[in-house]
Structure formats: structure tokens, C-alpha cells
């Protein structure tokens, strides 16, 4: 198993930036595709964006290319995801997800079988 922690999250005007954090604990991070997913309240979940195993492959959601970027540090156990130009369309509970049967990250959430508990992101017009 592996347990995932978000960090980062927190309250920013349009067009600022923030850095979300995802640490894992456990078995080898290597070893798990990881994906950053939201919900906003009254909504449902939704994909933003994934990356393989490895970092070499990364894919977003429409609504964020070109604005965010994720990333990850195998050897810090972390993934990242890099916001930038916030919009208030943005404001969501951001979650970590990692994958151990899709290699190269997937946007479907059924896909993921460890979950973070979620960090808040909250942008002001």
C-alpha cells in the first residue's frame, strides 16, 4: 500500500499561483502512476492531470493545459502539481491519486486505488 498526502492548498487571487504537493509513504512511489484530481462543492470529481511511473509521460484536462504542471521527484516520494494563472473556476478540493495498474496515468479515477484526503484551493476574483 502507499499513503498520500496533499499540502499546499490554500487561498489565492486570479492569476496567482500555488504549488500543490503530494507526499507518499510505503511502497515504492516508483512503482505508481499518479494523477491530480478536484471536485468542487456541488460538482463532481474530476481529472487534471496525470503522470507515469516514471515522469516521462504526463497528460491534463483541457481546462488546465497550459496553466498547470505536474511533476513528480521519485526520490523525494513526491508528485507536484504547479498552478499558475488561477481562475476562480479553479476553487476545489484538489486530491492525489495513485495508480499500481496503469503505468502511464489515466484520467479515469476508477483507475486509482489510493486517494489523499484532499487539499483545498480556493481562488478570489
Known amino acids: 500500500q502507499v499513503q498520500l498526502v496533499e499540502s499546499g492548498g490554500g487561498f489565492v487571487q486570479a492569476g496567482g499561483s500555488l504549488r500543490l504537493s503530494c507526499a507518499a509513504s510505503?511502497?515504492?512511489?516508483?512503482?505508481?502512476?499518479v494523477a491530480w484530481f478536484r471536485q468542487a462543492p456541488g460538482k463532481e470529481r474530476e481529472f487534471v492531470a496525470a503522470?507515469?511511473?516514471?515522469?516521462?509521460?504526463?497528460n491534463y484536462a483541457a481546462s488546465v493545459t497550459g496553466r498547470f504542471t505536474i511533476s513528480r521527484d521519485n526520490a523525494k516520494n513526491t508528485a507536484y502539481l504547479q498552478m499558475n494563472s488561477l481562475k476562480p473556476k479553479d476553487t476545489a478540493v484538489f486530491y492525489c491519486?495513485?495508480?499500481?495498474?496503469?503505468?502511464?496515468?489515466?484520467?479515469?479515477?476508477?483507475?486509482?486505488?489510493?486517494w489523499g484526503q484532499g487539499t483545498q484551493v480556493t481562488v478570489s476574483s
Open positions: 503522470i507515469s511511473r516514471g515522469g516521462g509521460s504526463t
Open positions: 491519486a495513485a495508480s499500481s495498474s496503469n503505468p502511464l496515468g489515466s484520467r479515469y479515477a476508477r483507475l486509482y486505488n489510493y
Open positions: 510505503g511502497r515504492a512511489f516508483s512503482n505508481y502512476a
